[in-house]
């Protein structure tokens, strides 16, 4: 007689998101979890930490870990941030490789897949809603080729196709154990260190391309005022060139300003309360290659 379903033994584990820059792993992220805890944007190397996510089913607690794109580091802060994936994936109990289903497989995508194969790992081929389905074929045939015997699932972060699915294969492929955290927990940052995200993810969509990636931000101060159901937030926006404190400022300050206002709009949902943010913009020149400051910025 088969074993009731409902007396399987309770999983627990950590799943490491893995693969190439703008592969889609923070919107999948976000998706898993039903609301935004990583920031998203166009830029390459947008994530630069390990960002946790915690999705609990009647099953499984999936403990998710976020991390930077795996790409060819150069300066030192590429080099710090390639580290944290590479020891994310070390240390989770299953590896997710998202490969961009769009771009296909190439020779960068080939070495991650050396990085995940002595692992236990499934693969999502993400952004299937943005290709035919007979064209994945081919794209499932070779990953199966590079890993065999592993899980392949098509999903689109997006849309949320097949991400159910997805779900219950890492479910499965997790080791036994009780949860981790509690059940209405979904991550382990802490507000400010949101607050912090919102802000650099509002200076990338509002200077488009004019601003490389080299942004940081930190937050000087961050005061709830419960009396007044208000949260007074002052942070300082870095940039490591002259030329860019004008860009992120704009003329008469207006750029500044609706990055701001757009930071604190999404704020407010995150804390539930009227926030009042003043931004600040300061020049740490050359901070992507100077150990101590990039220590001090969290990488």
Known sequence: MAADSSSAAHRCGFVALVGRPNAGKSTLLNRILGQKIAIVSDKPQTTRTRILGIRTIPQAQIVLVDTPGLHEAKDLMNKRMV?????AVLDA????????????LDALEERIC??????????ALNKAD???KRSLLPLMARTAELLPGREIVPVSALTGESVD???EVLARMLPEGPALYGEDEVTDQTQRALVQEIVREKVYEVTHHEVPYSTTVTIDSFEEKAERNLVVIQATIHVSRRSQKPIVIGRGATRLKELGQKAREEIEKLVGCRVFLELFVRVQEGWVADVRRLREFGL
């Open 114 to 123: 050396e990085l995940v194969s002595g692992r236990r790992c499934c693969v």
């Open 93 to 104: 109990d299953v590896a997710l490789w998202l490969v961009d289903a769009t771009r296909g």
């Open 165 to 167: 699915a997805l779900l």
């Open 130 to 132: 943005a290709v035919e």
């Open 83 to 87: 580290a944290v994936a590479e020891n």
